[in-house]
């Protein structure tokens, strides 16, 4: 069974820090190119950040969040978390996980957290 569950959303204050974590399983992690998305509402889907698997490296960010926000990962555990630092109202969305391995097309998908920023 083929499982992303995402961890830490919740409410924020302006300037403040969450830390999301994901934790796969029924897969081989360390192949997966790993995503944190977002949709706000109203809006389409957005692409926060990114990490390469174990052959590709390389991290990418949204400008919205470069600076902010940064993505890791550790194989060893199958997770892969997001780091939000200096956080604003504008960030408020839905957080999702993804995995996507390109040579095979697979691509799986959390159930998202929430993440509100407001005073």
């Known amino acids: 069974q083929v499982q992303l569950v995402e961890s830490g959303g919740g409410s924020v204050q302006p300037g403040g820090s969450r830390r999301l974590s994901c934790t796969a399983s029924g897969f081989t992690f360390n192949f997966y190119a790993m995503a944190w998305y977002r949709q706000a509402p109203g809006k389409e889907r957005e692409l926060v950040a990114s990490?390469?698997?174990?052959?590709?490296?390389?991290?990418n960010y949204a400008e919205s969040v470069k600076g902010r926000f940064t993505i890791s990962r550790d194989n060893a555990k199958n997770s892969v978390y997001l780091q939000m630092n200096s956080l604003k109202p504008e960030d408020t969305a839905v957080y999702y996980c993804?995995?996507?391995?390109?040579?095979?097309?697979?691509?799986?998908w959390g159930q998202g957290t929430q993440v509100t920023v407001s005073s």
């Open positions: 993804n995995a996507h391995w390109a040579d095979t097309g697979r691509s799986y």
């Open positions: 990490i390469s698997s174990d052959i590709f490296s390389g991290t």
